[in-house]
């Protein structure tokens, strides 16, 4: 019911900014602004983790302590597209950064997302 498209990742040196961007398309019914969205990171030969995640109305955000003060998560629900701020990327944070939408709780577990944009790679160099 939901299509995820990231955009905005690339190669940045470290101490460096970018600005990832997810656009959402959602099928008649339903509403972008049902969904609480977050941010996962996988990094090659890891787990995918949390990075940050914004409940529907945008009043509520978590973010991954290692992120905490760098990263800002935001959405605007009229042009249905969530948005990453990363400030001060440091080299092990290269990863393929995917957004991802539920309706459900518990909305920094991977488990809960139900739909997976196919992620933008960030490539942090030293």
């Known amino acids: 019911q939901v299509q995820l498209v990231e955009s905005g990742g690339g190669l940045v040196q470290a101490g460096g900014s970018l600005r990832l961007s997810c656009a959402a398309s959602v099928r008649a019914f339903s509403m972008y602004f049902m969904y609480a969205m977050g941010w996962f990171r996988q990094a090659p030969g890891k787990e995918r983790e949390f990075v940050a995640a914004?409940?529907?109305?945008?009043?509520?955000?978590h973010y991954a302590d290692s992120v905490k003060g760098r990263f800002t998560i935001s959405r605007d629900n009229a042009r249905n597209t969530l948005y990453l701020q990363m400030n001060n990327l440091k080299p092990e944070e290269t990863a393929v950064y995917s957004c991802?939408?539920?309706?459900?709780?518990?909305?920094?577990?991977?488990?809960?997302?139900?739909?997976w944009g196919r992620g933008t790679q960030v490539t942090v160099s030293s």
């Open positions: 914004i409940t529907w109305s945008g009043g509520n955000t």
């Open positions: 991802a939408a539920t309706t459900r709780n518990s909305i920094t577990t991977v488990r809960t997302y139900d739909y």
